[in-house]
C-alpha cells in the first residue's frame, strides 16, 4: 500500500474521504444521483444565480458583444490576458472599484481574482516580524494561510471571546508596533455574528490596533445598500482592511478590499496574489458590476432570505436545537462524521441537498450539516425543510 493509499483508506475509514460531485442544475434544485433536490448548499444567497429573470443573460450578453459601459474594446472582453499591473487593468476594473467607494462610502478598493488570493496576499504584505496578529479561532482557511505565509506573530484567540481578544491586545499593544484583528463578520461555518461594534471600539481604545474583516458571507445579504454586517451596524469607516467577495451573493467570481487610498497604493506595490497573478477577465467584471449597480435595490431578496432564515432558526429552537446562528447559514450539529454522512443521505432522499461538513473543515467532534438558505427558497420548502429536520434529528436516530 502506499502512502497515498494509506492516507486515503485513513480518510474513509473516518468518515472524512470527500468526493468531487457532479450535477446539473435546474434553477435552485439539482440532480445528481439520480435525485432532484433542493439546493442548500450553494452561496447563491439571493437567488441570483438561478433566476432567469434577474440574470437576463441575453441581453448581457448582446450589451457585451457591443462594449464595455466603461470603453473597453470589444476583441478584449473575454480575457485580461495578464495582471493588474502590466496590461490587466481595463476601464471596467476601475469603474467597478469606484462603483464599491460609492456603496461604501470608503476611499478606495481594490479588486482580486478570487477571495483566496485576497485573504492569503494581504496580511503577508501588510505586516513584518515585529507585528502581531489577533485571530478569531474559526477565521476561513484561507485567512489561516495568509497568517501562516507572513512573517507577524499568530496568536488565536477563542472564537467570539472578546474578553481574552482585549486582554490579549492589552498584553501585544507593550510589545509589538502593530496589532491586526482579523475576523469574518458571518462566520462561514456557525453563521454567528461577530460584534463588529465592540472590535471598533477596541480599536480606538488601543492605538497601533487594525481591524481586519471579512465579509464574504455579508456582502449582498446585510447592509442598507448590500454592502454587509458592518455597514448594518454602521462602522464601515472603522475597519482598515473590510473584504468581501463577489462569488457567493453576487453570484459572479473575485474578491476586493475596501481601504484608505495609502493602503491600496501600498497593496498595489506588495501584495504578491495581486502581483502575480492574471487579472479577472473584462467579461466577467462587467457582470459584477452590473449586480452591484442593482445591489441597493434587492431588498426584496434580502427581506425574503432573513424570513426564510428566522423561521428556521426558530423551527429548530422550538426542537430544543441549540444553533448559534443569527443568519442564513444555519449549522445542524451531528458531532461525529459518519453521523453527519448518514444526516446528510436522509435528508437528499427526502428532496434537500444538504451536505456533511468535516474535519478538517469544522474542529474533530462538530461535524454537522450546513444548511445555507438562498432568497429563493419558498415558504412551502422551508417548512417542509424544518420537517426534515424534525425527523432526521428525532424520528431517525441513525438517519435512516
Known amino acids: ?13 473516518s468518515g472524512n474521504l470527500r468526493q468531487l460531485p457532479e450535477m446539473k442544475h435546474q434553477g435552485r434544485y439539482s440532480v445528481t444521483g439520480g435525485r432532484r433536490m433542493l439546493n442548500l448548499s450553494s452561496n447563491d444567497y439571493l437567488g441570483l444565480a438561478t433566476d432567469p429573470e434577474m440574470l437576463l443573460m441575453r441581453d448581457f450578453m448582446q450589451e457585451a458583444g457591443r462594449s464595455c459601459a466603461g470603453g473597453v474594446p470589444e476583441d478584449c472582453l473575454l480575457g485580461s490576458s495578464s495582471s493588474r499591473l502590466l496590461t490587466g487593468t481595463f476601464d471596467v476594473h476601475s469603474a467597478l472599484e469606484h462603483t464599491l467607494c460609492r456603496l ?27 507585528s502581531v496578529i489577533l485571530s478569531d479561532k474559526l ?7 495568509g497568517i501562516r505565509l507572513s512573517s507577524a506573530r499568530s496568536v488565536r484567540f477563542r472564537h467570539q471571546d472578546m474578553g481574552q481578544l482585549e486582554e490579549l491586545v492589552k498584553k501585544y499593544s ?16 456557525d453563521g454567528d455574528l461577530a460584534d463588529l461594534r465592540f472590535l471598533a471600539g477596541l ?12 465579509e464574504a458571507h455579508a456582502v449582498g445579504v446585510r447592509g442598507e445598500t448590500g454592502m454587509g454586517l458592518a455597514q448594518e451596524l454602521g462602522v464601515m469607516q472603522d475597519i482598515d482592511f473590510l473584504c468581501g467577495t463577489f462569488g457567493k451573493a453576487i453570484a459572479s467570481v473575485g474578491a476586493y478590499v475596501l481601504c484608505d487610498s495609502e493602503i491600496r497604493e501600498y497593496l498595489v506595490n506588495r501584495m504578491r496574489p495581486l502581483i502575480f497573478s492574471t487579472a479577472l477577465p473584462p467579461l466577467n467584471v462587467l457582470w459584477t458590476l452590473r449586480v452591484m449597480e442593482n445591489l441597493p435595490a434587492m431588498d426584496h431578496r434580502r427581506e425574503r432570505l432573513a424570513a426564510n432564515s428566522l423561521y428556521l432558526r426558530k423551527s429548530l429552537a422550538s426542537l430544543g436545537v441549540v444553533c448559534p446562528s443569527g443568519s442564513h447559514i444555519i449549522p445542524v450539529m451531528a458531532g461525529d462524521s459518519r453521523r453527519a454522512v448518514e444526516m446528510a443521505d436522509f435528508m437528499q432522499r427526502h428532496g434537500f441537498y444538504l451536505l456533511p461538513i468535516r474535519p478538517p473543515t469544522v474542529p474533530e467532534g462538530t461535524a454537522r450539516l450546513r444548511v445555507s438558505l438562498t432568497a429563493a427558497v419558498t415558504d412551502r420548502e422551508v417548512a417542509g425543510l424544518a420537517a426534515a429536520l424534525e425527523e432526521v434529528l428525532h424520528g431517525h436516530p441513525a438517519g435512516k
Open 174 to 189: 507593550m510589545e509589538c508596533s502593530r496589532i491586526i484583528i482579523v475576523t469574518e463578520s458571518i462566520f462561514s461555518m
Open 203 to 214: 480599536k480606538k481604545r488601543y492605538p497601533g490596533v487594525m481591524l481586519y474583516v471579512d
Open 104 to 130: 461604501s462610502g470608503r476611499q478606495a478598493a481594490l479588486v482580486f481574482g478570487s477571495g483566496y488570493h485576497m485573504n492569503a496576499g494581504i496580511l503577508p504584505a501588510v505586516v513584518d516580524a515585529s
Open 139 to 145: 477565521v476561513h482557511a484561507s485567512i489561516i494561510d
Open 1 to 13: 500500500m502506499t502512502w497515498f493509499s494509506e492516507k486515503l483508506e485513513a480518510l474513509r475509514s
